[in-house]
């Protein structure tokens, strides 16, 4: 009798046993899946923000940068040793305007960077002061062809030259922001109710998508 009762007792903690394993397991189930959710979630967060942060648009890695309420828009280009090959610093543009948004303003014809003096002649007949952005406009205009090596200059008697020696921007005022080539490395840049940041920069994005991103002095 005595063993019979040992028996049973043996049978029924085994099965308390083989309970609590079960118990043990689906309790670690949840905690896996719980946090596998965790991660997941906290993945996802990080490549919504980071794809807001930065982005890739025709080449050029952009990141969002806010300085208080101005965002803007830096393109970072490596600056190479031209004798030993090696990176030696990183140049920064900024541009004002989301350069994907730029995409909608009309480009007729085909950026030429290629010009054998390196030059541009930039004339414009744009008279508005569009509450300080002409001057902002022009100045990095100036600062992000010189970049690349392209001097920009003014020269009143200059004008589109047919051989492509040089480059030749006229910004003038416009009945859309639009910009149209009219000879070998010749451009209207055309302006519309002060939009002459997405103007210029429109044409800016242009050249550098164009541009081998590495530079050497």
């Known amino acids: 009798m005595k063993k019979t009762k040992d028996k049973e007792k043996q049978i029924e903690n085994k099965n308390d046993d083989k309970k609590q394993k079960e118990i043990q397991n689906q309790q670690l189930k949840r905690i896996l899946i719980t ?35 101005l965002v803007f828009y830096n393109v970072v ?3 190479y040793s031209s004798v030993t090959g090696k990176h030696v610093a990183d140049y920064n543009i900024y541009l004002r305007k989301d350069p994907r948004k730029l995409e909608k303003i ?48 003014k020269d009143e008697n200059a004008s589109c030259d047919s051989y492509g020696r040089y480059m030749y921007i006229v910004l003038q005022e416009g009945n859309e922001t639009s910009i149209e080539q009219f000879g070998p490395a010749c451009y209207n840049i055309n302006i519309k109710d002060c939009e002459i940041l997405e103007g210029t920069e429109r044409f800016i994005v242009e050249a550098f998508s164009e541009f081998d991103n590495k530079i050497y002095y």
């Open 35 to 69: 946090g596998s959710a965790i991660i997941i979630v906290f993945l996802l967060g990080f490549a919504i923000i980071n794809s807001i942060r930065h982005f890739e648009y025709r080449g050029l890695k952009f990141n969002v940068v806010k300085e208080g309420r």
């Open 77 to 79: 280009f490596p600056i």
């Open 106 to 153: 009309p480009f007729d014809g085909k950026m030429n960077l290629d010009t054998p003096l390196r030059k541009m002649v930039f004339e414009s007949k744009y008279e508005k002061n569009c509450e300080g952005d002409f001057n902002i406009a022009i100045a990095n205009f100036v600062k992000s062809f010189g970049l690349i090596g392209i001097q920009v200059i």
